[in-house]
């Protein structure tokens, strides 16, 4: 589990004291995050109104500069909510994994004015850590 989708492992792992392994890049690994409402509403927008002539078009998808953060900003991010993560720290990084992962937007952005991320991180996070401690 804690491979992939790190934040709402991460989450977990504060919300109920389990242990959480930083891999590598001493815990500066930074990713994007985006909201499955956000995720829909591009949908259904691209549902909608479909680029005339251009099926198949291909976008890059995710929460974009303004979403991202490392994990160690997110452990900081959830200390200063009250969660204390307990994490110990491996030196070697995961294979195939990458230092820094942040989605362009600018194609999605200029083909779907009207679209705009409605969840920021802040946002995002709570929404996680309240449904993990409902249960």
């Given at each position: 589990m804690e491979l992939h989708g790190y934040l709402a492992c991460i989450v977990l792992c504060a919300v109920t004291g389990r242990p959480y392994t930083i891999h590598g890049y001493k815990g500066k690994q930074v990713r994007d995050q985006i909201h499955s409402n956000d995720v829909a509403a591009l949908f259904l927008q691209f549902y909608e109104k479909p680029r005339p002539g251009r099926p198949g078009e291909v976008y890059n998808l995710g929460g974009g500069r303004a979403n991202s953060m490392?994990?160690?900003?997110?452990?900081?991010?959830?200390?200063?909510?009250?969660?204390?993560?307990?994490?110990?720290?491996?030196?070697?990084?995961?294979?195939?994994?990458?230092?820094?992962?942040?989605?362009?937007?600018?194609?999605?952005?200029?083909?779907?004015?009207?679209?705009?991320?409605?969840?920021?991180?802040?946002?995002?996070?709570?929404?996680?850590v309240q449904t993990k401690l409902r249960g």
């Open positions: 490392s994990i160690l900003e997110t452990i900081d991010h959830l200390a200063a909510m009250g969660l204390t993560l307990q994490h110990s720290y491996k030196d070697q990084n995961r294979k195939g994994d990458h230092i820094c992962y942040i989605s362009d937007l600018t194609k999605v952005r200029e083909h779907y004015t009207e679209w705009k991320l409605a969840y920021g991180l802040p946002r995002i996070i709570d929404e996680i």
